[in-house]
């Protein structure tokens, strides 16, 4: 599973997500390699090879475009333990709720 961190400075709007979740994304386009070159053996013009850049998604709470970063492996581990300890902990203060 890849999480992404989607966070905005701007608006300060933070958020784990993952691939599958659908956010608008922005066009972006090509950085150019350099200027084209002539190739003396094919007497041709070529052009050197594009650079394409990062997605881009819209930040849910103001709009403005934000660049995803890549959690690392411990990360996502930890943030998903975290998560199974807090619904453990929900259910069993739903069941202290049901025994009273």
Do not use: W
Not at 47 to 55: A, D, W
Not at 58 to 67: D, E, F, H, Q, S
Not at 82 to 88: A, I, S, Y
């Amino acid at each position: 599973m890849n999480n992404f961190l989607l966070f905005c400075e701007p608006c300060a709007y933070k958020k784990i997500i993952t691939e599958d979740i659908a956010h608008e994304d922005i066009p972006r386009s090509k950085i150019p390699g350099g200027i084209p070159y002539k190739d003396l053996e094919t007497k041709s013009i070529k052009e050197k090879k594009q650079i394409s850049q990062p997605l881009m998604r819209k930040c849910p709470n103001c709009g403005r475009g934000v660049i995803l970063k890549r959690l690392t492996e411990a990360y996502t581990k930890a943030q998903t333990e975290q998560e199974k300890l807090q619904h453990e902990e929900k259910e069993r203060v739903k069941k202290c709720q049901q025994n009273q």
